[in-house]
Each structure stands twice: as structure tokens, then as C-alpha cells.
């Protein structure tokens, strides 16, 4: 399935891919920074020694404080309308319009469970969710993991980013066109979202509003010329947000989804870590890995843990079958 010997995506589909590349290829990638078995992820101001531009896909997790009030708006996922669903970049509010609204803002809450951010479901499915980050270092595909998901039929939403996209064209066009996944927005830069450039693991946010905005629709315009279809779900690089970028995230008719098992430590943990994280599951979780890092032991600990789930009765879920209306 690797791309080195296939043929690029045409004509207008190229360009924009091109773009995506270039705008990004300056980004570092994913640093294999490891930590202990957890459900989530600590604050930037609890990791030392990050240098600009390096960071884990997602931060390891370890559990991330956070007030009561944002605890309970994670746990309460809100699912997009079907007018957000279905609608088209044509449809979505113009940029000045967006800017005009969000600038000048101040937000007050950052991490990877501020209001507005859904992180489980209420449905008794589990949703695997794979990150594929792109960027020197993280533009593979884990090959493996993709045949595991295919030979056990277990359906799966695939976070994409414009500079995996750009490495990757005929690839992504073919996960694009394949029934057991679902596609969603990773962001062009693949960086923290953010109006005022806070930072996540020595990896500055975007600055403002106007490049929060950029972030989200530069990836979006790739990714519907890639597949035809409009992305529902967004999620960051690092997976960090301020709540002010979360709003304008929605008012773009995307979800902004994080998780609540982070089943590989950024791609960082061993087959038998990943194999227990991810066997941890209970329904309504939602699961973050990744895809973009084939050396990494992600592929082998699906391997282990998938077959007892589906031996348990677990059930398997992409986010468009759980968040739906």
C-alpha cells in the first residue's frame, strides 16, 4: 500500500496538496516522548525538556487536571446537526465573518478537555480513532495495523493531516474510497489550536484567530477535494485547544473530538502497553492511536487486544456512527 511508486493526485487536487506541503513541511515531527499507562494527557507545564517544534503526535498520557465544570462538559458530548453534517465549504460562514466574530477573544481554559470538546459517546459502541500526522519522521503508514482493522471488519475514523496527505496521495485517496473507514480533519500545520499561540509540548499553537481558522480550513479544502465528501470531525495536533478555538471550530460545522483511552502514548508505548490500554475499553469510549508511525509498537498490541474485544462482545463504531443525530 505505500505510496513511493504510485502515480500523484491530478490537476487541481495536486495544487492543493502541494500547498498543504509546503505550508507545513518547516514542522518537526512527532518526537517519541514516552510516560506511564493512562487515560489522558499532562499539561504542557508539567513536561520539561521539549524543544520547539518536537513533541509526541498526542502527549503520553498521564491524567491532565481540570476543574469539575470542565470534567462534566467533556462527558457530555453534543452531536452535529445535519445541516453541519452534510454541509459544504460553500456553506460554512466566510472567513472575514468568522474573524470578525472570534477575534480579540481571551480565552481561559487550554488542554484536551475544555468546554465544547467531546471525548466519549453514549452510544455502547467503542470508535478506534488513528492519527496520521505527517512530517519528517511521521509521514509512514503503519500497513499492519490497517490489514488488522480490514481482516477482523472493524470499522475505524482515520484523523488525517495535510502534510500526511501531501506524502501520501494515492494512499489517502484509497483510505478515502475504502467503506471501513471514516476520514476527519488533523489540521494543516498539525498544530495546537489556539487564538493567542499557547503552546503544547514545546509546539507554539496557532497565534490567531485568523491562523486557528487557516489550521482548520486549509486541511478541510484538501481533504474534500481528496475524497469528495466534506470532513465532520476535528482534532489538533497534540490534541490541545483553547475553548475560544473550540467554539469557532463548531461554528466551521466541525466537531472537535479528543478521547478518553490513549491506546499508544503517541506512538510511543510497546505492543503489550498498547494491547492493555486498548483492552481497557468500555462502550462509549473513544480511542486515540496511530497510523503514521509503522515501527512503533501500535500494530502488534491491536493485534493482541482486537480479537479478545471482539471475543467479549464488544462493539466497534467510526465517530460519524456514534455522534450522528
Not at 96 to 112: C, D, K, N, Q, S
Not at 217 to 239: D, H, I, Y
Not at 312 to 318: A, D, K, L, M, P
Request: hydrophobic share 40%.
Amino acid at each position: 500500500m505505500g505510496d513511493s511508486k504510485r502515480r500523484p493526485l491530478a490537476g487541481r487536487r495536486s495544487v492543493l496538496l502541494g500547498m498543504a506541503g509546503f505550508a507545513s513541511a518547516a514542522l518537526a515531527a512527532c518526537a517519541d516522548v514516552g510516560s506511564e499507562p493512562g487515560r489522558a494527557v499532562p499539561s504542557p507545564d508539567q513536561t520539561s525538556g521539549s524543544s520547539p517544534n518536537t513533541g509526541p503526535a498526542t502527549p503520553p498520557p498521564s491524567i491532565a487536571a481540570k476543574s469539575s465544570e470542565q470534567a462534566a462538559a467533556a462527558l457530555a458530548p453534543a452531536a452535529p446537526s445535519k445541516s453541519a453534517a452534510q454541509s459544504t465549504l460553500t456553506a460554512v460562514p466566510e472567513k472575514a465573518g468568522i474573524l470578525a466574530e472570534f477575534t480579540g477573544r481571551r480565552p481561559r481554559e487550554w488542554g484536551l478537555h475544555v468546554t465544547g470538546v467531546v471525548n466519549n459517546s453514549q452510544s455502547r459502541q467503542v470508535v478506534l480513532t488513528f492519527d496520521a500526522c505527517g512530517g519528517p519522521g511521521g509521514s509512514g503508514c503503519d500497513e499492519v495495523l490497517l490489514q488488522t482493522l480490514r481482516r477482523l471488519k472493524v470499522p475505524a475514523t482515520l484523523f488525517l493531516n495535510s502534510r500526511w496527505i501531501q506524502a501520501n496521495p494515492t494512499l489517502s485517496a484509497e483510505l478515502a474510497a475504502d467503506p471501513l473507514f471514516e476520514l476527519a480533519n488533523h489540521g494543516t500545520s498539525h498544530l495546537p489550536l489556539s487564538v493567542n499561540g499557547k503552546s503544547a509540548y514545546g509546539i507554539a499553537g496557532t497565534p490567531t484567530a485568523a491562523a486557528a481558522y487557516d489550521e482548520l480550513m486549509g486541511n478541510q479544502a484538501v481533504m474534500q477535494e481528496l475524497s469528495g465528501k466534506t470532513p465532520r470531525f476535528f482534532r489538533p495536533g497534540t490534541a490541545y485547544y483553547d475553548e475560544v478555538a473550540v467554539e469557532m471550530t463548531r461554528r466551521l460545522g466541525l466537531l472537535p473530538v479528543n478521547f478518553t483511552v490513549n491506546g499508544d502514548g503517541g506512538a510511543t508505548y510497546a505492543a503489550a502497553t498498547v494491547a492493555t490500554e486498548v483492552g481497557k475499553v468500555v462502550p462509549g469510549d473513544i480511542v486515540i492511536s496511530h497510523f503514521n508511525r509503522p515501527a512503533a509498537g501500535t500494530a502488534a498490541g491491536y493485534a493482541r487486544a482486537l480479537p479478545r474485544l471482539l471475543d467479549r462482545g464488544v462493539s466497534f463504531g467510526r465517530l460519524g456512527d456514534v455522534l450522528s443525530p
